[in-house]
């Protein structure tokens, strides 16, 4: 995707632009590292079922 000026990147985890510094990349058990979607933050054996909360859905096609 090439960067856009007229088009600003918001930062996922706060109200503001983003910046690129990687932090939502992050693993949320282990910050030192990369989030590979092994799913390991949202198993919990002893639920019946799993529960993800959605607080925004973008659409990040460009036009």
């Known amino acids: 995707m090439a960067w856009r000026r007229d088009k600003v990147k918001m930062c996922v985890l706060?109200?503001?632009?983003?910046?690129?510094?990687?932090?939502?990349?992050r693993c949320d058990l282990n910050p030192e590292k990369i989030c590979d979607s092994c799913g390991k933050c949202i198993r919990m054996p002893e639920a019946e079922y799993y529960?993800?909360?959605?607080?925004e859905i973008m659409n990040t096609e460009e036009k």
Not at 51 to 55: G, K, N, V
């Open 14 to 25: 706060e109200e503001k632009e983003c910046i690129h510094c990687g932090e939502c990349d």
């Open 51 to 55: 529960e993800i909360q959605i607080d």
